[in-house]
């Protein structure tokens, strides 16, 4: 590495243990030099938590460092190869415009990927330019910043960097970077290219990878010759998604992209592109303009889940069993457990919702009730839970509905027939009903501002205000107002 890329200092120090793994899992590769780095936003609230070097951070060098155009003495950066069915296809892919720095150890013990977006060319680029415009770096800073705020497993976004460049989209558009951590980058592609391309023992020394650095339960288990931790493996794997998509649908959050390379194996919500929140309950809701076959929309996200975890399962065949027949067997009874354990993680969460504290079978109705009335009255499924944890029904649209008025007599009626006191109810249903989501407009509108009229301030409050989305106590009322108009099929800003 030429010594004027290099940063000369041990304030943060980074490993990376991925290069441990056989060498055609990357590609050693340096981010782009870029002509002017500079920081535009910079998460300072998780630079603390992680127990980063602040001052470091904000520094000349800690720009040059955020945004790729200088890496820290002695490490490792490198480009991730993967694969993965895209809208049901299988295809070579890799990190085609992000550069893995290296690994940290946080605070609280856990070690967090740091990950360039937008960082230039690698092997992997295939057509690309390897770069990234700012709006749609702001956009995955925003809403990944919300998911964490929701309290759902998610990457995070660390900083956004501008480069002094411009990219070519539609349109010329300013360059930019984001930093984001993840508890690892492996993704269910990352195992399908290890099975497709590399073979067996390369799968082993992924799962073995894998285990180690995210289940270190089985590796505990490891002891134990009757124990095959690769099934174990698949299990837990299963088990965080089912957990994952559960927590989407709970908030009416729609990925936009569930290819398996967009699905992490440690179970945090990956690649924010043409994502969004739903805003009418209306579960075909797609918001993907190029998802033309609806192949994502909002009610297909807990089936697509299965049927990734499906191709995951095939990649760990050769060590489930040496009887092939019975590997199979052993992957398809695991797959299937993924419905139960979903059903069981999002009827948990919707009886939160509703204030019901031990769900009887037949809450199931009173569920699907109360849906099926949303949809009907194209009721918005964010503000319709808000108004029945404030004890402000009479502010849906629905409210008038015969329907509606025979739905909250028997939800008061199932409410009065548990123990629990009135307050205990609208506190466990304020924890779970958001006040605040980062709708499309919201984020549209912070977007807006900042790239087009270099206005930083809406997006700033928008994300403070995100972070405390189950606060009923100082409701953010300004942004809990309903869209008129459904924003969808959505178009993501500018591209990505
Ligand atoms: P995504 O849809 O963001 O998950 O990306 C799918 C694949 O395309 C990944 O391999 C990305 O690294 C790659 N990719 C996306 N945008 C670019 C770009 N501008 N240049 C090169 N590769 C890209
Ligand atoms: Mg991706």
Redesign the pocket.
Known sequence: MSGNRTINTNKILLKNTFIKLPNLFYTKQLPDSIPSPHIWILNDKLVRDLGMDLTFLQSKEGAEFLSGNQVLKNTNPIAQAYAGHQFGYFTM??????ILLGEYQAKDGERYDIQLKGSG?TP???G????AALGPMLREYIISEGMHGLGIPTTRSLAVSITGETVIREEMLEGAVLTRIAKSHIRVGTFEYASKFLGKESVKALADYTINRHFPIIEDSKEDATYNVYHSLLQEVIKKQAYLIAKWQLVGFIHG?MNT??MAVSGETI?Y?PCAFMDRYKPDTVFSSIDTKKRYAYQNQPTIAMWNLARFSETLLQLLDPNPSKAIQIAEKEVMEFTQLYQKYWLDGMGKKLGIFSLKKEDINLIKQLLDLMQKYKADYTDSFFQLSRGTTEQLEMYPAQGFQQWLSLWKNRLSSQNQSEEEVKKIMQQNNPTIIPRNYLVEEALEAAVKKQDKSIMKKLVDALQNPYNYENIPLPYTKVPKENSCPYKTYCG?
Do not use: E, P
Request: hydrophobic share 15%; charged share 40%; no cysteine.
């Open positions: 892919l890799g990190d085609g415009r992000a060319r992997y680029s295939r690309g330019d390897g770069k992209v390379d967009n690649d592109g990505t």
